[in-house]
């Protein structure tokens, strides 16, 4: 439940993410959303959008802490990007208000001989959050029909017998993904998606940061710039996989990702507005746990205990 005095908040909230939402993957395509755009706010209103992103975050904590204390839902906020997109920054900035032992953070890289031996949602599925909690996916089980789709040879490793590598293999995965999304929904665990869309140009000036300053050199790996040449096999992937699984049940935001600023402000939005959705409020106490409390108050009043 909203507080009424938010309530005029949460819409304009709602109307602001709403350009970035795509429920309907069908007609979906990624050339309609452009990386740089900054919505309402040029370039000069940008301190305007950071006093906003922090009044986000305000509001996030009072939710996050009542999904806490209801503990009925979960939430799995879904990370996908291209490199230098600035997933970790998002989700550090985004989560920065909200109380830590509500929320659970895992990155997801290449799968370990352990992982490998198992189906390819094991690993995600060990992760799942507990009811009451944020779960983040720092990428996710779409690098399933992303980096293994680009890279073909990566299925290999995962010793699946090659009559079940049909030529249908991403379409089936996708409609498994979109079927175990339904299922999660469906458990009272609300999914969001976030694609950071940056772009090729963007990404190579923070390539180059990140070669050019030694505070930033740690974070550049040339396994990055290889990928740089797949970059249309990626955007293809990502299509048709935001194609087959965006629903009004589990989004995906399509978060211009040029500017760091605001992206964050949109998924900050984008958590905010989903859980202003979400019939969340304080549990109700009933009346024998009222007389508990009462009691309770009058033994420590009266120094009995
Ligand atoms: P950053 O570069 O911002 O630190 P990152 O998420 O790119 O973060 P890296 O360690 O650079 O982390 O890369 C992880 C790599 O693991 C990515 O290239 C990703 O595509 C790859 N990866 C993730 N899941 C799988 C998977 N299931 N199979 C194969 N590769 C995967
Ligand atoms: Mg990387």
Not at 61 to 75: E, P, V
Not at 223 to 243: P, T
Request: glycine content about 4%.
């Amino acid at each position: 439940m909203v507080p009424k005095n938010n309530k005029e908040k949460f819409t304009k909230i709602h109307d602001f993410v709403a350009p970035y939402k795509v429920t309907n993957g069908k007609s979906f395509k990624l050339s309609d959303f452009d990386p740089s755009n900054t919505g309402p706010f040029s370039n000069e209103k940008k301190q305007e959008a950071k006093d906003l992103l922090a009044e986000g975050i305000e509001l996030l904590k009072i939710q996050q802490d009542m999904l806490y204390a209801q503990d009925r839902y979960a939430m799995l906020l879904v990370f996908q990007a291209m490199d230098a997109a600035g997933k970790d920054g998002t989700i550090k900035h985004v989560m920065s208000g909200i109380n830590p032992q509500g929320c659970q953070v895992y990155s997801f890289k290449q799968p370990s001989p352990e992982e490998l031996d198992h189906d390819y949602m094991w690993r995600y599925l060990r992760c799942l959050p507990e009811r009451g909690r944020i779960g983040i996916y720092n990428r996710s089980y779409y690098e399933e029909v992303l980096v293994v789709r680009v890279h073909k040879e990566i299925l290999a490793h995962q010793r699946i017998p090659d009559e079940l590598i049909t030529k249908d293999i991403w379409r089936d995965r996708l409609e498994d993904i979109a079927n175990f999304e339904s299922y999660l929904t469906r458990n009272a665990v609300v999914v969001v998606k976030f694609f950071l869309n940056v772009s090729k140009t963007e990404q190579k000036k923070r390539f180059m940061a990140r070669l050019d300053r030694s505070e930033k050199n740690w974070k550049f790996s040339s396994s990055d710039l290889s990928e740089r040449r797949f970059w249309d096999d990626y955007m293809k992937a990502y299509q048709e996989a935001i194609r087959a699984t965006a629903t009004k049940s589990a989004p995906w935001y399509i978060v211009p990702a040029d500017n760091k600023w605001y992206t964050r402000l949109v998924v900050a939005g984008a958590i905010a507005d989903t859980m202003s959705r979400m019939n969340l409020a304080y549990p109700v106490v009933d009346k024998v746990k009222m007389k508990e409390i009462e009691e309770a108050r009058q033994l420590l009043a009266e120094g009995n205990v």
